[in-house]
């Protein structure tokens, strides 16, 4: 059974980069696609993006200049960074596979909150 | 960007009876559409995908239909684990968009 588990700090300062990882357990990382959601408190789903396991990457338009995926196979994780963050990046942040490009998430991680605040 | 618009926001049921979510897309996205559930403090867990297919282990009460523009996740009598928010997901174009949620209450 694959698992998926976020890791990474619960608070973030303005103006700093959220930098997340998650840990894929249970199978391997390589041949599928690896996503980020994030859900703004008592709000719907954002989709951010998703990394193939050799590196390639597609990005939501509206977070684009300001998020980088990338995936490390040797250690079974992949990970997002978002810079220049203000209160509005504030949400619970999920890791997900896809099983291929057009494809629905069928794993999830359990979530993390990451706060944005001074 | 592919608009989901879901109806109703919100579903008050009885347990026992049945329910009816609709989402409708901006554009047609085929049959690239997929339904979740999610509970309180839980992350969403797939229910449908391809508009009709049942994810593992999903039970038989839960259907969805629809092909285009216009879907429907159907639950047949409700258990009380179904009270819950669903969503839909559109696959077809990236990015993906979700729609805002049906709220499915006692």
């Known amino acids: 059974q694959v698992q998926l588990q976020e890791s990474g700090p619960g608070l973030v300062k303005p103006s700093e980069t959220l930098s997340l990882t998650c840990t894929v357990s249970g199978g391997s990382i390589t041949s599928y696609y690896w996503t980020w959601i994030r859900q703004p408190p008592g709000k719907g789903l954002e989709w951010i993006g998703y990394?193939?396991?050799?590196?390639?990457?597609n990005y939501t338009p509206s977070l684009k200049s300001r998020v980088t995926i990338s995936v490390d196979t040797s250690k079974n994780q992949f990970s997002l960074r978002l810079s220049s963050v203000t209160a509005a990046d504030t949400a619970v942040y999920y890791c997900?596979?896809?099983?291929?490009?057009?494809?629905?998430?069928?794993?999830w991680g359990q979530g993390t909150l990451v706060t944005v605040s001074s | 960007e592919i608009v989901m618009t879901q109806s109703p926001a919100t579903l008050s049921v009885s347990p026992g009876e049945g329910a009816t979510l609709a989402c409708r897309a901006s554009q047609s996205v085929s049959n690239y559409l997929a339904w979740y559930q999610q509970k309180v403090g839980q992350a969403p867990r797939l229910l449908i995908y391809?508009?009709?297919t049942r994810a593992t282990g999903i039970p038989a009460r839960f259907s969805g239909s629809g092909s285009g523009t216009e879907f429907t996740l159907t639950i047949s009598s409700l258990q009380s684990e179904d009270f819950a928010v669903y969503y839909c997901?559109?696959?077809?174009?990236?990015?993906?968009?979700f729609g805002q949620g049906t709220k499915l209450e006692i």
């Open positions: 391809g508009a009709s």
């Open positions: 997901q559109q696959y077809n174009y990236w990015p993906d968009t």
């Open positions: 990394i193939y396991y050799s590196g390639s990457t």
């Open positions: 997900a596979r896809r099983m291929w490009a057009a494809a629905p998430m069928d794993y």
